[in-house]
């Protein structure tokens, strides 16, 4: 925890503007890896652990917070017709998040420790024993696979805010 700690809490204060709700969400992040040790549950990469489950608590935290929005009201419209925000995503995508969990393994480990945690190739190399161009290869294959993934629902969304305004 030592080791992490200074990384991770600076992982989560540029994603938590209230330095309360940063440091609670960095005692959940603890919490949960003391009882994972007392659960006997092993892990593997403690670090890319500890980021990971920091980012689902700052997700969970968001969520809760988010206002309602009404799903009934139209978000846009096409040819005329008003649309559902339901038919402005498509059914069962699961956004972003979703799409990283999609990706195979080796891409969404680089991809995760270097976009979301913020880790150099160089770190990376180190700990893995892969070669950077390695790691820089499956970062380019990932961000390739997200972009075709995100690419539907990004154009619909900037269609559906140009109609707004």
């Given at each position: ?18 330095v ?8 959940e ?18 670090g ?118």
């Open positions: 925890m030592a080791r992490e700690s200074g990384r991770l809490t600076r992982f989560i204060r540029r994603r938590v503007a209230d309360a709700d940063a440091e609670d969400i960095l005692q992040v603890f919490s949960e890896l003391v009882e994972s040790t007392r659960m006997l549950q092993p892990i593997e990469q403690v890319a652990w500890l980021f990971s489950v920091a980012r689902h608590r700052i997700i969970e935290r968001f969520r809760k917070r988010r206002p309602t929005v009404s799903t009934s009201d139209p978000v846009g419209t096409d040819e005329g017709r008003p649309l559902l925000f339901e038919e402005v995503l498509p059914a069962n995508d699961g956004g972003p998040d979703a799409a990283i969990e999609e990706l195979p393994a080796e891409q969404r480990f680089v991809f995760e420790a270097h976009e979301l945690e913020g880790r150099s190739f160089k770190e990376l190399a180190a700990e893995t024993g892969l070669s950077v161009n390695t790691l820089l290869s499956r970062k380019h294959y990932a961000v390739r696979r997200l972009r075709r993934r995100l690419r539907a629902i990004h154009t619909m969304f900037q269609q559906t805010q140009g109609e707004r305004t």
